[in-house]
């Protein structure tokens, strides 16, 4: 049976992939920044096996011992999920443009999402450099902002999620000789908590104040990311790396 590890497990999107990944017949490990949150998190899921791991994604020690742990006392992970990440203070559909933006917002988003997925990703490689497992694979998450300059998102959070495209594709390129595909997934406007957080209130309570430019004219929903990760996490998935999913409901083409 294959390990999967999704970093960020209890969110919208994490946990919407570890409920995909088990049906799948995967054993899923919640990695959560609150480890008491991450075991009951692991509790939800159906069958046995699973489990929570606490981490701090930009903690260099705290990302090395969860992936010890979980390689000691559940197995060789064959496949890592990385959703753990922070939207920070919004951009300019909330009123903050370069002028507003501080560098404690900027150290601190970037820590999170630029640091986290670095982190996560070497030492995925360092354990399957030691000890190669079929069918390895890495999955982050970048975003729509990174590839078209967020409003509702802030500058430091685009950009450290394009920084985590061009990670994705060098660590496609260097782990291809140790069988592990390294793909994104571009989310646009999802229903999540951190979609909330990045969009200002609006009359009537609407996820998205811009639903009109998407051309499906709707938000996505978390098992609509799942299934892509599914894919991207699939034996039939193989020959797919250095790749970026768009999932945005036509928001952004190209």
Do not use: C
């Not at 496609?172 to 908590?193: E, W």
């Amino acid at each position: 049976m294959r390990i999967a590890l999704i970093t960020g497990g209890a969110g919208g999107l994490g946990f919407a992939t570890a409920e995909r990944f088990v049906k799948d017949g995967m054993t899923v490990v919640i990695a959560e920044l609150d480890g008491k949150l991450a075991d009951e998190t692991a509790a939800k899921l159906p069958g046995k096996g699973h489990r929570g791991v606490q981490m701090n994604v930009a903690d260099e020690a705290s990302v090395a011992a969860a992936f010890a742990r979980v390689e000691k006392e559940v197995g060789p992970i064959a496949v890592v999920a990385h959703y753990a990440g922070m939207v920070g203070e919004g951009g300019l559909a909330k009123g903050i443009g370069i002028a507003e933006s501080t560098l404690d917002e900027w150290e601190r988003v970037n820590a999170v999402n630029g640091r986290g997925t670095f982190l996560v990703i070497r030492e995925m490689a360092r354990h399957r450099k030691e000890k190669p497992v079929e069918h390895g694979r890495i999955i982050t998450t970048s975003s729509l902002a990174a590839q078209a300059g967020g409003l509702q998102s802030g500058g430091a959070y685009s950009a450290a999620k394009a920084a985590v495209l061009g990670l994705t594709k060098y660590a496609a390129r260097d782990l291809a000789r140790y069988g592990i595909t390294v793909n994104s997934i571009a989310p646009g406007p999802i229903d999540t908590q951190m979609l909330a957080a990045a969009t200002p209130a609006s009359a009537g309570g609407a996820k998205y104040n811009a639903i009109d430019s998407i051309p499906l004219r709707r938000v996505g929903e978390p098992s609509e990311i799942a299934g892509a990760a599914a894919f991207l996490a699939s034996v039939e998935g193989g020959y797919v790396t250095g790749a970026t999913i768009d999932v945005n409901g036509g928001l952004y083409l190209r």
